[in-house]
């Protein structure tokens, strides 16, 4: 085990992964990081927390920066994850969009995907609602800037645990076939998804959507980041594109790009044209 990071190492530190992905930490959270960093210094072979900085600022060597990535953010996600958001998809922003052209292209944003089960709950919604994703023109894009919470969403394997987590037992049956002791997502579902690494301060994903999920991830950010992060993702939304970020996020303040609109108990934004 490491000395307890100093000081200087922990202002050096939350500056770096605030420069990085734009997650601010701050003093408070010294023994977070520590217990997160912990296994990177064991993966990395690093002795001291001052050792692995230097090593990630040097950026000789990228899987130390992508390591400290996937430790320090925070991937809580799980399936229908403020469900009246998804009503809302399938009563209203779908219908929206698809008008009487259930073949019109859609595509959507699970910016900030973490491990998927954003994007297939989205998934699973536009099946709902075409019965068959295979003559639809529907495509989601899970973006994340965690490469392992990127390559789980790509495995779509899901323990029992996870699928415990918002799925009704009916939709597990119908959505997800048994893997072992696990559970895998449906080849139809699956094919309608592309999960890639993507960092939102500087997002290589271009777009343009119909639809943006950001939620739950806005909270992490300085002002500052928040509303390069808005604006790169207002930049990436069709004429009268929507927008949706977590229940507890708002966009007041931040950008005057948008109008908020309330609809069954949710608020989402919707691009001025
Ligand atoms: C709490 S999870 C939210 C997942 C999902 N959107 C949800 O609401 O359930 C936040 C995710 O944001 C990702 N993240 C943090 N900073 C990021 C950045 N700069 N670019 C892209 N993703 C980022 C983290 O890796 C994490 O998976």
Known sequence: MAAPMADRELLLFTQYIASVCG????????YLLESRLDEVLRDT?????????ARARAGADRSVERKIIDAVTTNETFFFRDAKVFDVLKNKLVPDLLGDQPTRPLAIWSAAASTGQEA?????????????????????????ISEAAVN????????????GRGLEPKLLAKYFTQWGKNYKVRDDLRSICRFQVDNLLAPKTTGPFDLIFCRNVLIYFAAVDKAKVVDNLL????????????????????TERVRRVETAGVGYYVLKS
């Open 23 to 30: 997650v601010r930490l701050d003093s408070s959270k010294r």
């Open 45 to 53: 072979g690093c002795t001291t927390y001052g050792e692995l900085y």
């Open 120 to 144: 297939y709950t989205i998934a699973i919604v536009l099946e709902q609602i075409l019965f068959d994703l295979a003559k639809a023109n529907v495509r989601i894009t899970g973006t994340d």
């Open 152 to 163: 789980a969403a790509n495995r779509c394997e899901y323990s029992p645990l996870e699928v």
């Open 235 to 254: 930049s990436r939304l069709k004429k009268n594109g929507i927008l949706l970020v977590g229940g507890t996020e708002s966009l007041l303040g931040v």
